[in-house]
């Protein structure tokens, strides 16, 4: 008898040692990521946010979060989660560039391995080597990432990448039809995202992971087809928020909500635009890239369009300087154009060097407000208008209408907290410090103003 009381002493004094040494034995953290939800629409009449706006009344917010250049969509998540920029993590796209040879055209290959698109530790393997529990609901880059225990990754055939137990588990619990596995590649993002949905809630329920991060689509999709601030594009924030409260209500279900950090957040912001410029025209015009019918068939410089900028590469080596030289001047001064950047500034927006990354553009052009790049070389005209009221985003991080959304409630955040604007570097080792998790060298810092205790 005497040998248990003392060896139940030692045990206690053990999960004290633990307390002590930082460690959160039973502190959970939900990231929920709306793509597009731009930081003003918090503060918008029109837009309905009923149960983000519940998070605000307990939690902290900043007014607006800087996002990582590109401002797109797979660059952002991997910074959200890994507390560096592009110029560390690697992904400059949603996917990786593909070269085809001297002298050809470039592409973007989105049918990638997280081992083929990040150079860097995320959170997910932090949380695992704490011996957390951690879960990826359409969170790009992840395919085939095995730290993460329950896994529906954002890639093309996506349920053919998704972890047995999540799938099997998501039709046997009847969350999902077995009609609704085998028809999701064909669902629209509307579909998708109360699938996804379905799929983070049976996860929170089942499983009540230490860390989960959760990405919602269905708005940045309509942004893109009828612009922001747009009756449809309220109409879309309003679902997004409603999923967001089906997953805070999971976490009443799972007896975790008292427990859970929840941290919605966004990618990026948006921009209505009216105007489309074709860089790829101007190039073929000059000489140096060539179509046949709208295919481009070779090219000696070749545009990428991330939105509001656009990537060129230079893809024959000789006379390399000269061609930059010739190309610069071929842009600057156009309608539409703000700048064209070459690898000098590429370090002041968190950009690696052409020399460093095998994706990295040679030139960047930068859009003005309200003109987007387009990826077409077969037409006349430079600059096109764009039908309806399309919206985009892609353009520099300095833009404010770029900003996206952090706002944090629960479990070790202090409730009424208010930041300014920080940058989307900071949201993981904020994380690692609630988890007790140890991220290894972010450049963002833990945002203590808004944490309980410290």
């Known amino acids: 008898m005497l040998k248990s009381i003392c060896w139940a002493a030692i045990v206690c004094m053990g999960w004290g040692m633990s307390a002590i040494a930082g460690e959160k034995p039973d502190q959970h953290v939900l990231l929920i990521s709306v793509d597009g939800l731009p930081a003003y629409y918090i503060d918008d ?123 099997t588990g998501l039709v046997k619990s009847g969350r999902w039809s077995q009609e609704e596995l085998d028809r999701f590649s064909k669902s629209n993002v509307v579909v998708r995202d109360r699938l996804w949905t379905d799929a983070a809630c049976h996860v929170i329920v089942e499983q009540r992971p230490t860390f989960m991060a959760v990405h919602l689509l269905v708005l940045d999709a309509v942004h893109h087809g009828f612009g ?115 690898p000098e500034k590429f370090a002041e927006y968190g950009l690696p060097q052409p020399g460093d990354h095998p994706g990295m553009a040679d030139l960047i052009l930068v859009g003005k407000d309200g003109y987007q790049f387009g990826g077409g070389a077969a037409g006349e005209d430079f600059v096109t208008v764009n039908k309806g009221n399309p919206g985009t985003h892609g353009f520099l991080s300095t833009n404010p209408k770029m900003n996206a959304v952090f706002i944090a409630a629960g479990q070790g955040v202090k409730p009424g907290a208010k930041l300014e604007t920080i940058g989307n570097i900071d949201v993981a080792p904020t994380i690692a410090r609630l988890l007790g998790a140890r991220l290894e060298n972010p450049e963002g810092r833990v945002l203590s103003e808004i944490l309980a205790g410290e």
């Open 45 to 167: 009449p029109q837009a309905s946010l009923p149960n983000i706006r519940s998070l605000l009344k307990t939690g902290a917010r900043a007014e607006g979060m800087r996002v990582s250049n590109p401002s797109v969509t797979w660059p952002n998540h991997m910074t959200l989660v890994t507390g560096v920029p592009p110029a560390r993590h690697g992904v400059l796209f949603n996917g990786v560039l593909a070269r085809k040879g001297l002298g050809m055209p470039v592409r973007v290959n989105p049918d990638k391995d997280f081992a083929e698109l990040v150079a860097v530790p995320t959170l997910f393997h932090a949380v695992k080597k704490q011996g957390g529990t951690t879960a990826g609901i359409n969170w790009p880059c992840t395919r085939n990432l095995p730290e993460v225990d329950d896994n529906f990754p954002d890639v093309p055939r996506q349920t053919e990448c998704m972890t047995e137990r999540l799938k």
């Open 228 to 342: 922001p601030r747009s009756l449809p594009g309220y109409t879309a924030a309003a679902y997004a928020d409603a999923c967001i409260g089906r997953m805070l209500a999971a976490l009443d279900t799972s007896g975790i909500r008292k427990q859970t950090t929840v941290i919605v957040v966004s990618d990026h912001g948006f921009m209505a635009v009216p105007k489309k410029l074709e860089p790829n025209v101007l190039l073929r015009k000059a000489g140096l890239l060539s179509v046949s019918g709208k295919q481009v068939t070779a090219a000696r410089v070749h545009a990428i369009p991330e939105g509001g900028i656009a990537m060129l590469y230079l893809t024959v080596p000789e006379n390399k300087d000269e061609q930059r030289k010739q190309v610069k001047t071929l842009f600057e001064g156009q309608e539409g154009i703000v700048e064209v950047l070459g």
